[in-house]
């Protein structure tokens, strides 16, 4: 592909890849099977050669896709699944086994907890650590340690990990290094920069950023030495050792156990990522704006934002994320207003669970999707009773800045 900036690179990769009849979009392309006038060369595809067989691996609309994906993140390759928990499944359950030993930080989202749990029943060692301290992550490896998982803005207290001491420290002891870059994207962040293994982005969130498709993608960044690695099986041992990760993660996660994105998904978010940089330039301007106004606003007894000065991690914000701190804010009320009332008087921000869509978004965050965690697994998290999340959106500055202001008044009366 040519050497072009971010967004123009996105707008025309469908187009330079040959598209049927002039199109500038990759089409939709429903078919599950797909045939080959000479059965050796269907034969050469079932081992190994490039090309399409069932469409629970791929369609020429998700390859369409794992290119884009690819060149945001500047990996050698991407794999799309049906959501971002199928792509964090997927990798999990695929290069790890019994009796490994996985590090993850502790501020994590829920569903990623809950599927930690999964991995403990199945024998995986897990270790949940403060990853914004390189010391504590040092610490927990094991001689059976593998993997080490981190998010970049952890997800809803907005903690920044020491990504690059943690990369440093994962070269230096040969382990997998994954880092879901969901809340920064591609645009804000490249966690290649820092020695990841493997980036995860749900592309249901930023990159898609209209809430009406789900998906997830995995980047094999192409700095880690799979022939080093004790899990790849030997039947995926063939070709470039570069491939071999990505390869056995694509023959569990997608062949074996059908975690596949549909073509009509595919596209939707592939149309979606041409605005990824305007959307979220935007969005970093409103969320700043909007954090300050909850910092000195009487009725708020704390806010978390990577762009605020009092963040424990906002230096580490400004050298890391370029052109905006994210979307994320969360913040606790003063004594005496409800969270619950405060959240049923704005008008513009909408009351749902999603994070990265072109609207703004916010719930009480340990009543719904933290509430099983329990108590004691909340407050090693951060999260407080009372805390509200906030998913910034696109909206008009002045108009968001008006709502919260209306809410703040009306529960005050």
Same mark, same amino acid.
């Not at 990990?161 to 382990?175: K, N, P, V």
């Not at 954090?291 to 990577?306: C, E, M, N, Q, T």
């Given at each position: 592909m040519a050497k072009h900036g971010f967004t123009t690179n996105i707008l025309h990769g469908d187009r330079r890849l040959s598209v049927e009849h002039g199109a500038v979009h990759k089409p939709i392309h429903t078919s599950s099977q797909y045939a080959y006038p000479d059965s050796r060369e269907l034969a050469a595809v079932f081992q190994g050669k490039p090309g399409y067989t069932y469409a629970r691996?791929?369609?020429?609309?998700? /390859?369409?896709?794992?290119?884009k994906i690819t060149v945001m993140e500047d990996g050698?390759?991407?794999?799309?699944?049906?959501?971002?928990?199928?792509?964090?499944? =997927?990798?999990?359950?695929?290069?790890?086994?019994?009796?490994?030993?996985?590090?993850?930080?502790? *501020?994590?989202f829920g569903n990623t907890n809950s599927l930690?749990?999964?991995?403990?029943?199945?024998?995986?060692?897990? #270790?949940?650590? /403060?990853?914004?301290? %390189?010391?504590?992550?040092a610490a927990a490896v094991r001689p059976n340690t593998r993997m080490v998982f981190t998010e970049t803005i952890a997800n809803p207290g907005t903690q920044i990990a020491d990504l690059e001491a943690i990369g440093a420290l994962c070269a230096e002891r040969g382990l997998v290094y994954v880092v879901d870059n969901t809340l920064t994207s591609p645009?804000?962040?490249?966690?290649?920069?820092?020695?990841?293994?493997?980036?995860?982005n749900s592309l249901s969130k930023h990159i898609g950023g209209h809430a009406h498709a789900l998906?997830?993608?995995? #980047?094999?960044?192409?700095?880690? /030495?799979? #022939?080093?690695?004790?899990?790849?099986?030997?039947?995926?041992?063939?070709? =470039?050792a570069s491939g071999w990760g990505l390869t056995q993660i694509k023959k569990k996660g997608l062949r074996d156990m059908g975690a596949t994105l549909s073509a009509d998904a595919a596209h939707r978010i592939a149309v979606g990522a041409e605005t990824l940089s305007l959307r979220l330039s935007k969005i970093c301007t409103n969320a700043q704006a909007l954090a300050l106004f909850l910092s000195k606003h009487p009725g708020v007894s704390r806010v978390a934002y990577p762009g605020l000065a009092s963040h424990p991690q906002h230096a580490r914000a400004? $050298?890391?994320? $370029?052109?905006? *701190?994210?979307?994320?804010? =969360?913040?606790?009320?003063?004594?005496? %207003? /409800?969270?619950?009332?405060?959240?049923?008087? &704005?008008?513009?921000? %909408?009351?749902? #669970?999603?994070?990265?869509?072109?609207?703004? &978004?916010?719930?009480?965050?340990?009543?719904?999707i933290y509430y099983e965690m329990g108590p004691a697994l909340r407050a090693q998290m951060g999260i407080g009773e009372g805390l509200i999340r906030l998913s910034v959106g696109i909206e008009d500055e002045a108009d968001l800045l008006?709502?919260?202001?209306?809410? *703040?008044?009306?529960?005050?009366k």
């Amino acid at each position: 592909m040519a050497k072009h900036g971010f967004t123009t690179n996105i707008l025309h990769g469908d187009r330079r890849l040959s598209v049927e009849h002039g199109a500038v979009h990759k089409p939709i392309h429903t078919s599950s099977q797909y045939a080959y006038p000479d059965s050796r060369e269907l034969a050469a595809v079932f081992q190994g050669k490039p090309g399409y067989t069932y469409a629970r691996q791929g369609t020429p609309t998700t /390859d369409a896709l794992e290119k884009k994906i690819t060149v945001m993140e500047d990996g050698v390759a991407s794999l799309t699944f049906a959501t971002g928990m199928g792509a964090l499944a =997927a990798l999990f359950t695929t290069l790890l086994k019994a009796g490994d030993h996985l590090i993850s930080s502790q *501020f994590i989202f829920g569903n990623t907890n809950s599927l930690f749990g999964t991995l403990e029943l199945l024998g995986i060692e897990l #270790t949940l650590v /403060d990853p914004t301290d %390189i010391t504590a992550v040092a610490a927990a490896v094991r001689p059976n340690t593998r993997m080490v998982f981190t998010e970049t803005i952890a997800n809803p207290g907005t903690q920044i990990a020491d990504l690059e001491a943690i990369g440093a420290l994962c070269a230096e002891r040969g382990l997998v290094y994954v880092v879901d870059n969901t809340l920064t994207s591609p645009w804000l962040f490249r966690p290649k920069t820092v020695g990841a293994t493997f980036v995860m982005n749900s592309l249901s969130k930023h990159i898609g950023g209209h809430a009406h498709a789900l998906g997830g993608s995995l #980047t094999d960044t192409g700095l880690f /030495d799979w #022939t080093k690695y004790p899990n790849i099986l030997d039947v995926y041992k063939k070709g =470039a050792a570069s491939g071999w990760g990505l390869t056995q993660i694509k023959k569990k996660g997608l062949r074996d156990m059908g975690a596949t994105l549909s073509a009509d998904a595919a596209h939707r978010i592939a149309v979606g990522a041409e605005t990824l940089s305007l959307r979220l330039s935007k969005i970093c301007t409103n969320a700043q704006a909007l954090a300050l106004f909850l910092s000195k606003h009487p009725g708020v007894s704390r806010v978390a934002y990577p762009g605020l000065a009092s963040h424990p991690q906002h230096a580490r914000a400004q $050298k890391l994320f $370029k052109g905006g *701190f994210g979307n994320l804010i =969360a913040f606790e009320l003063a004594e005496g %207003i /409800d969270s619950f009332d405060f959240l049923n008087h &704005l008008e513009v921000v %909408i009351l749902a #669970t999603h994070v990265g869509d072109t609207r703004s &978004l916010a719930l009480p965050a340990a009543q719904t999707i933290y509430y099983e965690m329990g108590p004691a697994l909340r407050a090693q998290m951060g999260i407080g009773e009372g805390l509200i999340r906030l998913s910034v959106g696109i909206e008009d500055e002045a108009d968001l800045l008006a709502d919260f202001a209306q809410a *703040f008044d009306k529960c005050q009366k």
